[in-house]
Structures are given as structure tokens and as C-alpha cells.
């Protein structure tokens, strides 16, 4: 089965660079959201194995890690993993205290570790939890 991405405020270019890393390593499919309410929308709409949330969402210049403590706490959507993508400890660690799993950072997007970070929730395999029927 094809896996999901859910990719949440990045800029552009950066969209187009993470899109296209993660197709050619994963076969996955990256679908893009510019802010909360967009990001809700589409995982309310279809399941997604992986939620990417950029450090400062491009549209309105909210915090990732704000927006990640909100999906964690939303009893419905709080399940499927999210990383943050950001070049900056001290936000990956904040994510990671608010729910998320670790990320990664732009400069190291084609980096081994990255790919590692990513496999489990990208490789081929059976379904994650998010997408078991409720």
C-alpha cells in the first residue's frame, strides 16, 4: 500500500525538495497543508502514516511546535506520528516533548540519519496504526 505524507507549512521550494526526496527514496506520496485548519482538513479526509510540521508554518508564521502539542491533543488525529522538520535542537527537542517523534532538519534532508528517522513509517510494510479503520 502506498504511504502518505502530510506535509505541514513549508515554503515552496522547501515543499517541492522534501516531496521529491521522499518519492524517489519511498514511493510515498506527499500531499501539502499551509496552516491548522488546511492540515485538519486533510487528515480528517484520508488516513496519512507520517505528519511533517516545518519549525514557523510559511503562511502565517505560527509555531510548529504549537501546532504539534495541538494535534497531539486532539483525540481523533493525536495517533498519527508527526516530526518536525527544523535545523535547531532545542525545537526538536521541544517537539519531541510535546508527542512528536524526532525529526530532522532541512540542511540534512538526504543525510543517512534522515532516511533512517524516516523508514519506519515510510518503507513498505504493513499499514500504521493511522490507518487502521475506526
Known amino acids: 500500500m502506498l504511504k502518505r505524507v502530510l506535509n505541514v507549512g513549508s515554503c515552496t521550494p522547501d515543499h517541492r525538495a522534501i516531496s521529491a ?4 527514496r519511498f514511493s510515498a ?3 501539502r497543508a499551509h496552516d491548522w485548519d488546511d492540515a485538519v482538513e486533510h ?18 508564521r505560527s509555531d510548529g511546535v504549537r501546532f504539534i502539542e495541538r ?4 483525540p481523533d488525529l493525536g495517533a498519527v506520528p508527526v516530526m518536525l522538520v527544523t535545523n535547531f535542537p532545542e525545537h526538536q527537542r ?3 516533548q510535546a508527542g512528536a517523534v524526532e525529526g530532522f532538519g532541512k540542511q540534512s534532508l538526504t543525510a543517512p540519519e534522515t ?20
Open 115 to 134: 532516511l533512517a528517522k524516516l523508514a519506519p513509517y515510510l518503507s513498505p510494510g504493513p499499514a500504521t496504526a493511522s490507518q487502521d479503520p475506526v
Open 71 to 74: 494535534l497531539k491533543q486532539d
Open 43 to 60: 487528515l480528517r479526509a484520508m488516513p496519512f502514516d507520517l505528519v511533517l510540521v516545518n519549525r514557523m508554518l510559511d503562511s502565517d
Open 94 to 96: 521541544r517537539a519531541m
Open 29 to 31: 506520496e506527499v500531499s
Open 21 to 24: 526526496m521522499i518519492a524517489a
